[in-house]
């Protein structure tokens, strides 16, 4: 039999090399010649349609018992997980460093555990003492909890194989373990891959519900490839301001709940506590109020938390180039707004400098902030304060209208929960039993009137 010549085909432009080099000379593009095998070498090589086990197959309507989610003794967890942690399920947690991911799920960790569960926590960062010196400034070192320091993803497999499994199990973190099997240093691509495979496999087969903390980038993305986060069911982000107290837990994705669901805490000497009512706490020190402050509803999955939104504006004598600075919201959609309020409202930003937080250190992705930043901008243009007791809400678009956005009543009916007595938003949301009195607005420039007196 001929033995089969060899050709390197590139993938950019498709041309021919007898040989692999690195630069393809027809495009010029690197590292993008591959062999090609001939059809009847590569199927004698690769042919995978015998050698395996047969696969049990069940039908999808098979009556089967449904598992049932485990509470993590803080509501607000629960909440985030979208109704506590189901059995068998991978989550992957990741957050900034000293955010509080190891507090959290150690303070979980000691709750399951004190309800007669067996908890097993992995620590590949710390030793066994470290984190019990933790634990005892939390007042949790009482908890039946299972503790080792190791890495070795062979081991630590190898110990819980030989008895029932845990109901949970932390691995503190991924970027630590290491596989005996795996060529390359523990936190490269192939050994978190690897290590998080076998790991995953090991709670689908035994029903143990495992953690996985993850580091982040300096961008504050999940640091590993993102087939890690294809991998696990749950994908969550623990963020906040080291500066600030509170801490939000939100659901990325979330294969047995809604995403972009929020649990708050804060964090105190004990640990974190968990607020019930998060408004409270984006609102606080609103005595009276101030020229460019304005009160926003915004909607956290299904929870909605009122935010406080401060604009700035600086007018330039000199001539120079103005600033556009904002904390916690789109700098692209600041930009499009005050567009917007220049060409369909006739007010001049061009030369001032605008600033723009959103209060909290809290940061907003809900379009329908688009109203109350335009009601902060005009009330700090006009130096005049909005009125007291007032939330806004409402997507402006390029024309100049605010459009009607979603969950109009909920928003409505927090507002009035916490003593807002007016909200201005699209025409035509206005809810029943809502306890604040609505007033709908067709366009941005009623905004202007109305922070101007003139309506």
């Known amino acids: 039999m001929a033995k089969s010549k060899r050709r390197y085909v ?5 041309s021919v090399s007898p040989r692999w080099q690195g630069q393809c000379a027809d495009c010029s593009q690197w590292n993008t010649l591959v062999e090609d095998v001939p059809a009847t070498v590569f199927s004698q090589k690769h042919d995978l349609s015998t050698g395996g086990r047969p696969v049990m197959f069940e039908p999808l309507n098979a009556p089967t018992k449904l598992p049932v989610r485990k509470s993590t003794g803080m509501a607000e967890f629960d909440r985030a997980l979208g109704g506590g942690l189901v059995p068998g399920s991978a989550v992957l947690l990741g957050g900034d460093p000293g955010i509080g ?33 933790r634990a005892s400034r939390m007042g949790v070192a009482d908890a039946p909890i299972r503790l080792a320091s190791e890495t070795s993803v062979r081991d630590i497999l190898t110990t819980l194989g030989g008895a029932e499994a845990p109901a949970l199990l932390v691995i503190d973190s991924i970027q630590t373990m290491h596989s005996d099997t795996i060529e390359g240093a523990p936190g490269t691509v192939s050994q978190v891959r690897g290590c998080a495979l076998e790991l995953i496999r090991y709670a689908k087969e035994t029903g143990c519900a495992v953690v ?24 969550m982000s623990f963020e906040g301001e080291r500066s600030h107290q509170y801490r939000i837990l939100r659901a990325l994705k ?23 009512n998060p408004s409270l706490l984006f609102l606080s020190g609103r005595d009276m109020p101030l020229a460019g402050s304005a009160v926003f509803p915004a909607l956290e999955g299904t929870r909605p ?24 919201w789109d700098s692209g959609r600041l930009a499009m707004l005050l567009a917007v309020l220049e060409s369909r409202c006739g007010l001049n930003f061009s030369s001032a400098e605008v600033y723009l937080n959103i209060a909290g250190g809290y940061r907003l992705t809900d379009p329908a902030a688009d109203l109350a930043v335009a009601a902060a901008l005009v009330s700090a243009l006009a130096d005049k304060a909005l009125p007291d007791k007032t939330a806004w809400f409402g997507e402006v678009s390029l024309a100049g209208e605010i459009r009607p956005v979603a969950h109009a009543p909920l928003r409505l009916r ?12 699209p025409a035509g949301a206005a809810s029943e039993n809502s306890g604040a009195d609505y007033r709908g607005l067709a366009a941005l420039a009623n905004v202007v009137d109305q922070v101007m007196g003139t309506a």
Do not use: W
Not at 212 to 235: F, Q, S, Y
Not at 414 to 425: D, I, S, W
């Open 101 to 133: 991911k190891s507090t959290l799920l150690l303070q979980c960790a000691a709750t399951i555990a004190r309800g007669g569960n067996d908890v097993v926590y992995v620590s590949g960062e710390e030793a066994a003492g470290q984190v019990r010196l």
């Open 414 to 425: 927090e507002a009035a929960k916490l003593g807002f007595v007016r909200c201005y938003g």
């Open 254 to 276: 979330n294969r047995f709940g809604a995403v972009d669901e929020i649990g708050v805490f804060a964090m105190a000497t004990e640990g974190l506590e968990e607020v019930a």
């Open 10 to 14: 590139c993938q950019e432009c498709g």
């Open 305 to 328: 938390v009122l935010v406080e939104i401060q604009a700035l504006i600086v007018r330039l004598q000199s001539g120079a180039t103005p600033r556009r600075a904002v904390v916690g």
């Open 212 to 235: 996985l903390v993850g580091h982040v980038t300096k961008d504050g993305t999940i640091a590993g490839p993102r087939v890690l986060e294809h991998m696990v069911d749950v994908v």
